[in-house]
């Protein structure tokens, strides 16, 4: 094979055991690998009783895959998979991290772990050298205290063994640990896979780190000569293409989301519009940022921040922090103190929480307060936009999972169900203030002005639910669909390094890699909508505690309906009329009937025909 090894390194933490698992080179042909290969490796597993696996229980599998494109494209990302527990359906969940790089060179695709340990412990990978190591006294640690641990740990091995340098890790914090919905697998300090709550299914595990280095080579590639130089001319390209994003990164649209597109969480998203200027890149380069390009493995866009504030004397370190993490941390709270949304995303890091899912299901319950719904015997103290210290100590809660924290650790859906039961109110008197889409709490860019780049389908028809990086879209043949993402996550590329990159030119360095002739035709007719339609059925699936019917949750939330109450988009919301239609159309287009099933041609076309016993039972379920 060429940009794979075609096979992957298994192990079972419930009896301490390992081996190396062959992958055949058509699965890799036909689901690239990463979002794709975790999808089938999944189904093929646990598809038959999908419904009874309890992704917090043992038989739940947790996925590290790399792609054909991982260490050979500029930048890195690894994927992070498993039954998630946000949706109990796939999420391919993406993380910056040396790790991906260090699997491959070790010689796998990826890493399968199965089972589940009695005993806190964290894998030590060094090429065909696996231990299942002893992690008591890093259990409970929070994320930079860990790393500082960890790495003292394996530094008498690395010097023993004549490496100087120490190797990267995958890692949960406490939300993890207490099986926190919303907690990410952690990278580096900042970083985290943080869509689909793959953190807590570490935790269920007992697993707390994962640390590896790989000594050999990457996989050959098909073409060296043409790779050499396609590589060249894309690392000098991707800065020029994205020079705003290389200068100001994500953080350039806390101002802009708000002021001009109408697309940002303000109060739980009872506003999108703000025009605070101080709430913007400019304050955070002069005020946060102390040191401005910071690039992950082979990346040459660098849009990556250093941050560190100082509140009431305590230091507080973190990244830029990304857009995504501090709107939900920051506006969406009603803080727009640069330092102050900085801190809390830094303390969001540490304790092991996604910022955007855990600060989604804080906007509910701050506005929940501010309706009358919860009180303060409710919470314990009182909920006030903009406040930091409360903010700070609700994050704290959730991640352990105390007084409200228990509830609210359960993420927006599921917080949102039990907060009706404890008032003694109908769900949907709840829900219709939980902004998410099948369990998943939407990302940071709104559907009602239509100024930003999701459509108003692309939460309602995404197999990641509210996932912002994997919305749906028309028309299904260019970078609007969800295929277009899938295959990024399939590769496995960053997706800051695709901006304003022809996909010619992407699908053309994937041919070099592997040897093969892919197509643009076929990345949208037949590999995207294979990947969806597998991830499709499995979302249907569903449970145990949750299941989705496409009649009621193939939906925007609520508010999203609700009309713009300022700004140059005022009056504007969702129509979902026009909802309706275009959600038709888009399932018509990959082949799925009216309610998005996958009909039995398309199966056939797609060579998925062994799901059409998966599809009855959906439909049995849902009684068509």
């Known amino acids: 094979m060429s940009g794979f090894w075609g096979r992957l390194l298994e192990i079972d933490l419930t009896s301490s055991s390992y081996k190396e698992v062959e992958v055949p080179s058509i699965i890799f042909r036909k689901f690239l690998g990463g979002r794709g290969l975790a ?51 796939v999420v391919g969940s993406a993380v910056s991290s ?74 949960i914090g406490p939300a993890g640990e207490n099986l926190v919905r919303t907690a990410p697998v952690n990278a580096k300090w900042t970083h985290g896979a943080g869509y689909g709550g793959y953190g807590a299914v570490m935790g269920s595990k007992k697993l707390k780190a994962v640390v590896i280095r790989g000594s050999g080579p990457l996989p050959k590639v098909a073409n060296l000569e043409e790779f050499i130089k396609l590589r060249g001319e894309l690392i000098k390209l991707i800065p020029t293409k994205n020079y705003w994003f290389k200068f100001w990164g994500t953080p350039s649209e806390y ?77 969406n709270l009603g803080i727009f103190d640069v330092k102050e949304f900085t801190a809390l995303s830094a303390i969001a890091d540490n304790l092991g929480l996604c910022g955007i899912q855990t600060g989604n299901v804080m906007g509910l319950v701050f506005e929940l307060y501010e ?59 709840v829900l219709k203030y939980a902004v998410q889409v099948k369990g998943i709490g939407i990302g ?20 990641h639910g509210g996932d912002h990086t994997s919305v749906a879209g028309l028309p299904i043949n260019t970078i609007e669909s969800e295929s277009w993402k899938v295959f990024f996550d399939s590769a496995v590329v960053c997706w800051f390094n695709l901006f304003n990159i022809p996909e010619d030119i992407v699908i053309k360095f994937l041919n070099v890699v ?35 019917d496409p009649r009621i949750h193939d939906d925007n939330p609520p508010r999203f309906y609700e009309p713009l109450p300022s700004g140059p988009y005022k009056g504007k919301s969702g129509d979902r009329e026009e909802v309706k239609k275009l959600k038709i159309q888009y399932f018509s287009e990959l082949g799925w009937d009216e309610l998005g099933i996958p009909t039995k041609d398309t199966l056939t076309k797609l060579g998925l025909t062994e799901l059409e016993p998966a599809i009855e039972r959906i439909r049995k379920r849902l009684g068509i």
């Not at 994927?79 to 946000?86: D, L, N, R, T």
């Not at 940071?444 to 197999?463: E, F, M, W």
Request: net charge neutral; glycine share 10%; with cysteine.
């Open 444 to 463: 940071a860019h709104g559907i009602r002005s239509k100024a930003d780049y999701p459509q108003p389908i692309a939460y309602t028809c995404s197999v």
């Open 514 to 548: 592997t040897g093969w002739n892919m197509s643009k035709d076929e990345l949208y007719r037949e590999l995207g909508p294979r990947i969806l339609t597998l991830q499709r059925v499995l979302l249907l699936l569903g449970g145990p505690d949750v299941y989705w």
């Open 39 to 89: 999808s089938w490796l999944l189904w093929r597993e646990l598809g038959g009783r999908w419904e009874s696996i309890d992704p917090l229980g043992p038989e739940n599998i947790l996925l590290i895959l790399t792609g054909p494109l991982t260490g050979y494209y500029p930048g890195i990302k690894l994927i992070v998979s498993g039954k998630s527990p946000q949706t109990n359906g």
């Open 371 to 429: 309706r009358g719904v919860l009180t303060k015997e409710d919470i314990g103290y009182e909920l006030r936009w903009g406040d930091f210290k409360v903010a700070s100590r609700l994050l704290e809660d959730i991640a352990y999972r105390r007084g409200i924290g228990e509830v609210l650790a359960e993420g927006t859906y599921r917080a949102a169900l039990k907060i009706a039961e404890m008032k003694g109110l109908k769900p949907e008197e």
């Open 98 to 171: 040396e790790v991906a790089v260090e699997v491959k060179a070790a010689g796998y695709d990826g890493v399968v772990i199965k089972g589940s340990s009695k005993d806190p412990v964290y894998l030590y990978i060094h090429d065909d050298r696996v231990e299942v190591r002893d992690a008591s006294r890093l259990w409970g640690k929070t994320g930079i205290e860990l790393l500082r641990m960890l790495r003292e740990e394996v530094r008498v091995n690395y010097v023993l063994e004549g490496v100087k340098s120490l190797p990267p890790a995958l890692y």
């Open 255 to 331: 101002y802009f989301a708000g002021s001009r597109k109408s697309s940002e969480p303000i109060r739980n998203w009872q506003e999108e519009w703000h025009n605070i200027i101080e709430y913007s890149h400019h304050d955070l380069e002069t005020k946060v940022w102390v040191r401005r390009f910071w690039s992950d493995w082979g990346c040459s866009l660098s849009c990556m921040k250093v941050s560190i504030v100082d509140i009431n004397g305590k230091y507080y370190l973190t990244d830029g922090p990304d857009y995504e993490m501090g709107a939900y941390l920051g506006s």
